[in-house]
């Protein structure tokens, strides 16, 4: 089985960068033998918060980190929910509050690592 890191930097709305990143990795986790670890840095800590409402018609990142969530594995740096005043109750279910020394295990493990 590959595996894949997506490393997300970027706040939920007003880039589409963590929308794309998103879109991709829902894609790949729907492929076979294929696995998919998302870890949310900085402002990306903010896709994982439960109770997103969003404009009709306009994309919902909690929506598509579920589908992540199903298939692989969701993980938030700490230290930046910390700074956002993000708690671990405020988190989708599946996503869980993690730490760097987790994301340097995945990165040295993955086959391939993607940046948004």
Known sequence: MKTTLFIL???PYGSERSYNGLRLAGALSALPDQQVHLFLLADAVAVAKAGQKVPDGYYNLQLMLGKVVRKGAVRLCGTCMDARGLTDAELVE????STLAQLAQWTAEANQVLVF
């Open 9 to 11: 930097n970027e706040a």
């Open 94 to 97: 599946g996503a869980q509050r």
